[in-house]
């Protein structure tokens, strides 16, 4: 999977959980919970389906290095195999 | 809320239904909301077509209902009729997208009667309103308590009844006439207000909201108590719970919070009511109404039925089900109208605490900052403890401060024994 596809994917996900958000271009380093306006819940069902997608479960303690879409394709990507 | 656009009916005569059922669809300020079905029968027929917008409280539908269970050959089985109306959204004063209003539970008075009311410093309650069914009127208002000269608008009559005809806020006017009065030639100088401008969904639900506050603010004596919780033995055993969890059934220290505040009104049911005319009125079921920010504005306080029962689990599945549902405009018409609290969370934010305003008809509200590292004193040391700070409003005509840090208190050793919760 490339990180292109990995970006796709966790953009889906993101915006199942947040609708809102739409075609707004997002910075890979903008803080995703300030940018978007995300909750401890957004960011717990974006996590959900990033595992419902990708198969990678992210731990709690690990949410601080999904805290922008640069870091979280970069996490993603080492998971995936 | 004072009417509703019926937008889609989900039965036709003839279907079954049972207590529960989703029937209709109804637009209103607050977004859509589904009307649920409160008995168990038989769609007779459909009093109002799609489309029609009518006044809460009109009759929907007609539902016979069987009074003994069902049996075709029964002759004693005689229906009852039964009949669903329009649902009443958040009970109180709701500003429809046309501009008349309805107090649900207080006095009959226009908003600019209410404004006057209020810069006049005159109270609504009790006063005889001369108006069309004892509605209140500027006279009734500014009759008992003249305004004070440089209240008052100076205006000729003519100007006046141009301004009137013309949509235009004299107060707004400037008068270049003798003494700073209005004279027609300045009236129609003014900016005519943009007529039949369209409001937006997020204007109406900003309205809402606005009349919500206001009348808040303007009849609730609230009084504050606020408490700084030690969060550690919360926030441990949820990370201990979340690391044996699957990522599907995930908690969030939130759903903790919610509960721990429904347990704390087992015992302080003063703080769990509702104000109907002149008294409060206990609830015995406990329905946390959870503040929902939208993204792009709007805020929504959706209930979340006996928030004290079923598991922890199951609680925060209905919580993730009703924000999503909040944020897409998907709530069901009880929803919007049974919470007996509610409970309010700008921690993500950042916010140390924050002072909430209660929303009416409710007695009570609780806030909560954010939870941050601070200082803490344990067993005579100083350590780093997760510490949020927790405000209750409460209505001052319902209950006291001692009851309210009570409540605090109470609220504080739930959330130290999380596995209980």
Not at chain 2, 163 to 180: K, L, N, P, Q
Not at chain 2, 306 to 335: C, H, Q
Request: charged share 25%; with cysteine; net charge negative.
């Amino acid at each position: 999977m490339t990180s292109d596809e990995i970006r796709t994917t966790l953009l889906t996900c993101l915006s199942d959980v947040a609708p809102e958000i739409g075609d707004e271009e997002i910075e890979d380093d903008a803080d995703l919970r300030d940018e978007l306006d995300l909750d401890s819940m957004d960011v717990l069902r974006w996590v959900q389906g990033i595992h419902k997608a990708l198969g990678v479960e992210i731990p709690e303690e690990d949410y601080g290095k999904i805290a922008t879409l640069g870091a979280a394709i970069d996490y993603v990507a080492a998971r995936i195999g | 809320m004072t009417a509703g656009t019926l937008a889609k009916w989900r039965v036709s005569p003839g279907d079954p239904v049972s207590q529960g059922d989703i029937i209709a669809e109804v637009e209103t300020d607050k977004g859509l909301i589904e009307v649920e079905v409160f008995e168990t029968g038989v769609v007779e027929s459909l009093l109002v077509e799609e489309g029609a917008k009518v006044p809460v409280g009109t009759p929907l539908a007609e539902i016979a209902t069987v009074s003994v269970p069902a049996s075709v050959s029964a002759p004693e089985s005689a229906p009852e009729s039964a009949s669903v109306s329009a649902p009443a959204s958040v009970p109180g004063r709701i500003i429809s997208a046309g501009s008349s209003e309805v107090d649900l539970d207080g006095p009959m008075a226009s908003p600019a009667v209410r404004r006057r009311a209020h810069e006049l410093d005159v109270s609504l309650q009790g006063m005889h309103g001369t108006g069309d069914h004892g509605r209140i009127t500027l006279d009734d208002v500014e009759g008992p308590a003249p305004p004070a000269p440089s209240d008052r608008v100076r205006i000729s009559p003519y100007a006046r009844r141009i301004a009137s005809e013309r949509g235009i806020d004299v107060r707004r006017v400037h008068g270049t006439g003798a003494g700073g009065a209005i004279r027609a030639s300045d009236v129609l100088s003014a900016k005519v207000p943009a007529p039949g401008k369209p409001v937006s969904a997020a204007e109406r639900m900003q309205r809402a909201i606005a009349a919500a506050m206001t009348r808040a603010n303007d009849e609730i004596p609230h009084y504050y108590v606020e408490h700084a919780i030690d969060m550690g033995n919360a926030l441990a055993w949820l990370r201990e719970v979340n690391a044996s969890l699957s990522v599907s059934e995930r908690l969030v220290s939130g759903v903790l919070v919610l509960r721990a505040v429904a347990r704390a009104l087992h015992k302080h049911k003063k703080l769990n009511a509702t104000w109907q005319g002149a008294e409060a009125v206990p609830s015995e079921e406990i329905h946390v109404g959870l503040a929902v920010s939208l993204r792009g504005g709007g805020l929504v306080a959706p209930a979340l039925r006996n928030t004290n029962e079923g598991s922890l689990s199951d609680l925060m599945a209905r919580m993730i089900d009703l924000v999503s549902r909040a944020r897409a405009g998907a709530l069901r018409s009880s929803e919007m109208t049974c919470a007996t609290i509610t409970l309010t969370a700008l921690g993500e934010r950042g916010v140390d605490s924050v002072t909430p305003i209660i929303f009416p008809p409710q007695v009570a509200i609780v806030g909560c900052g954010a939870t941050a590292e601070r200082p803490w004193v344990v067993d005579g040391q100083v350590v780093p403890r997760p510490v949020m700070h927790v405000t209750l409003g409460a209505d001052h005509r319902v209950s006291n401060g001692h009851q309210g840090a009570r409540f605090l208190s109470a609220l504080d050793r739930l959330l130290q024994d999380p596995e209980k919760l």
